[in-house]
């Protein structure tokens, strides 16, 4: 596997289901990313993790649990979702400290809440 | 806090014509600016990038931009489309002081016709 992997591609979930979106990066990065891309609407940077603590929250409800055991590994644990967060989710990772500031993504994660 | 405005969410062009994708951006502090690029089913992929230097910034598959600090834009453009360069297009920001936060433009869907 190369780049930023993510599984499943495809998700459908009820709103009493609980649920993991799991990110993969294999390029050696120390930052990490969560996003929300919905139609119409720019991306949403959701969470941000640096060297496994997470820096940035940017007023996710709490039904989105984000979990970063190592720099390589990224989860977005689900739970009691509503329908409005049917999404792309998207994965991200970068390397911080070379300064070219680039984000490189995963293909993402379609969740459909029914 | 930084915005990102995307002024035309759909251009259609013929293939081998010239394209140009608008966007511009509000920031009270210096920024970084990137155009992004999202094939179908696929991730973003970093298209360009202005860090500092030379406001004309070359980038894959043949685009440039250029950075506009008095009109605080920054244009797409490619001289000559083709079919393959169907997707669509984000226009992102950064502050200097945290460039891992991007905030990025709703899209641009280009479409090439034969």
């Known amino acids: 596997e190369t780049g930023v992997t993510q599984t499943p591609r495809h998700l459908v979930m009820g709103m009493t289901n609980k649920k993991s979106l799991k990110c993969e990066q294999h390029?050696?990065?120390?930052?990490m990313y969560w996003y929300k891309q919905s139609a119409k609407k720019p991306l949403e940077l959701m969470f941000v993790?640096?060297?496994?603590?997470?820096?940035e929250n940017n007023s996710v409800p709490s039904r989105f649990s984000p979990e970063c055991p190592n720099s390589s590994h990224l989860f977005l644990h689900l739970h009691t979702l509503q329908p409005e967060d049917s999404a792309l989710y998207l994965c991200a990772s970068s390397q911080d400290r070379d300064q070219t500031y680039e984000q490189y993504f995963g293909p993402g994660t379609r969740l459909t809440v029914t | 806090a930084q915005s990102v405005t995307q002024l035309d969410s759909q251009v259609p062009v013929f293939e081998e014509a010239p394209v140009e994708l608008r966007c511009n951006y509000s920031?009270?502090?210096?920024?970084?600016l990137f155009w992004y690029v999202q094939y179908p089913n696929q991730g973003l992929q970093l298209l360009l990038k202005?860090?500092?230097?030379?406001?004309l910034v070359k980038g894959i598959n043949g685009f440039e931009a250029e950075f506009n600090k008095s009109q605080t834009s920054f244009h797409l453009r490619k001289p000559s489309v083709h079919i393959s360069d169907t997707a669509e297009y984000f226009c992102?920001?950064?502050?200097?002081?945290?460039?891992?936060?991007?905030?990025f433009g709703s899209g641009t869907r280009l479409s090439i016709r034969p």
């Open positions: 992102a920001v950064s502050p200097y002081s945290s460039a891992s936060k991007i905030i």
């Open positions: 202005y860090l500092s230097g030379s406001t």
């Open positions: 920031s009270s502090v210096s920024v970084y």
């Open positions: 390029l050696g990065h120390n930052a």
């Open positions: 993790y640096n060297f496994k603590e997470q820096t």
